[in-house]
Structures are given as structure tokens and as C-alpha cells.
């Protein structure tokens, strides 16, 4: 069965610092793979997705993300966090056949200055 | 960005009322979800449509009802409201021309007195 894991339920950062979100998943063949981020109180809004091609995939707000076939994982990054940073981010996994759709348990960011 | 729309944002009701949150997109999706969340946990897939007349019940098991009449409209509904329905509602909407990235609305907090 597809699953999607995120090893941290929460991560705390200083501002200024660099940030890694770890996301890992399981499924047959590749997928399609998004972050999100929500803010409290707020709806999710999609940051970044790979569908294909280049690895590395940069999206909104100073994220990346790489995906990495060997290790199954699809990792968030940003080289620089801000305090406005601080939110909860979602990994998501889309399975095309079945038109399915398996989200993480999400992982806290904390800002500290 | 996306176009998704829920309504109300926030709704305060006592027991036994029923309710009616509204959730409409003007993407022309064939797709349409609602996700239930508590603060600070992870997604639940309550209900989803395929298009007009289709309607699934997700993972979760939920007590509210939806319909799906129009391409853009997709109501969710509680007959008989109780404190256990308290929660944040999200509605989302995908296409596979978008490879089925999922897009969120803002969601519609419930409490339930």
C-alpha cells in the first residue's frame, strides 16, 4: 500500500538558518510528489511538486525540494528561514492510476530569533 | 494561485442543528475533496467526487453527507451537528491536466456547543 512518512513531528530552526524537511514514501513507481504548507487557521498551499525530469525542483517562497529515487524520498529545503516560516508543511504523494492521494502527518516548523 | 472558495470561514451552532458548508471552484475540476482536520493533525479524507452525480466516502468514516449537482459546487453536510463534529473542513479540487495537484481552500472551522 502507498504510504507517506514524515520522520519529524517537529522541528525547530533559529531564524537564519538553514532548514530540511524530511519525507519519505512508498509506492511501486514513481510519483507525483508536493509540499505544502499551512499556516494556523489557513487552508494548505501547494510550495513545490515533481512530476518528472529534473530532480531538483524549486518552488515558491525560497523552497526546494529534491527527489531522490533510491532513497524513495523527496526532501523540503530552504538555504535561509524566516520567522514568517513557521507553519506546518505537508509531504503528498499523487498516484495517477486510481487517481489517489496519500498526505503525510505533517511536520511543525518552529522560528525561533 | 488557486480559486476555491468555502463559506462560512468560521461557524459557531448547537447540537442538533444542521449545517450546510459550502465549497465552490471556478477551475472547472473534475475533482473535488473534503479533508477533515483537527489543530495541528494530520488530514483525513472524508469525502471525494470524480464529477456531477459522483460521490465517495474517503478513509475516515464521517456522519455528513455530500452532493455533487454541479461541476463547480461540492456541500457538505451535517443533518444533526454534535461536538464531535467540532473540526477544521477543508475543501480541495484536482485535474489531471495539472498532473492532479490538489488545490485548497481556506476551510471553514466548526465548533459544535
Known amino acids: 500500500a502507498q504510504s507517506v512518512t514524515q520522520p519529524d513531528i517537529h522541528i525547530t530552526v533559529s531564524e537564519g538558518a538553514s532548514l530540511e524537511l524530511r519525507c519519505n514514501y512508498s509506492?511501486?513507481?514513481?510519483?507525483?510528489l508536493f509540499w505544502y504548507v499551512q499556516s494556523p487557521g489557513q487552508g494548505l498551499q501547494l510550495l513545490l511538486k515533481?512530476?518528472?525530469?529534473?530532480?531538483l525542483v524549486q518552488g515558491i517562497k525560497g523552497f526546494e525540494a529534491e527527489f531522490k529515487r533510491s532513497q524513495s524520498s523527496f526532501n523540503l529545503r530552504k538555504p535561509s528561514v524566516h520567522w514568517s516560516d513557521a507553519a506546518e508543511y505537508f509531504c503528498?504523494?499523487?498516484?495517477?492510476?486510481?487517481?489517489?492521494?496519500?498526505f503525510g502527518t505533517g511536520t511543525s516548523l518552529t522560528v525561533i530569533p | 494561485e488557486a480559486d476555491i472558495y468555502q463559506t462560512p470561514r468560521y461557524l459557531v451552532i448547537g447540537t442538533g442543528k444542521k449545517i450546510t458548508l459550502e465549497c465552490s471552484q471556478t477551475?472547472?475540476?473534475?475533482?473535488m475533496y473534503w479533508y477533515q482536520q483537527d489543530p495541528g493533525m494530520e488530514l483525513h479524507l472524508i469525502h471525494y467526487?470524480?464529477?456531477?452525480?459522483?460521490?465517495e466516502k474517503g478513509d475516515l468514516s464521517s456522519e455528513s453527507t455530500v452532493s455533487r449537482i454541479r461541476t463547480e459546487h461540492f456541500p457538505l453536510t451535517l443533518e444533526s451537528a454534535r461536538p464531535s463534529h467540532t473540526s477544521q473542513y477543508l475543501c480541495?479540487?484536482?485535474?489531471?491536466?495539472?498532473?492532479?495537484?490538489?488545490?485548497f481552500g481556506e476551510g471553514s472551522w466548526l465548533t459544535v456547543v
Open positions: 480541495a479540487s484536482s485535474e489531471e491536466a495539472s498532473g492532479n495537484t490538489i488545490y
Open positions: 509506492y511501486g513507481a514513481t510519483p507525483y
Open positions: 515533481y512530476f518528472s525530469g529534473d530532480t
Open positions: 503528498a504523494v499523487g498516484v495517477y492510476a486510481g487517481n489517489q492521494f496519500y
Open positions: 477551475m472547472g475540476h473534475d475533482k
Open positions: 467526487s470524480y464529477g456531477v452525480n459522483s460521490t
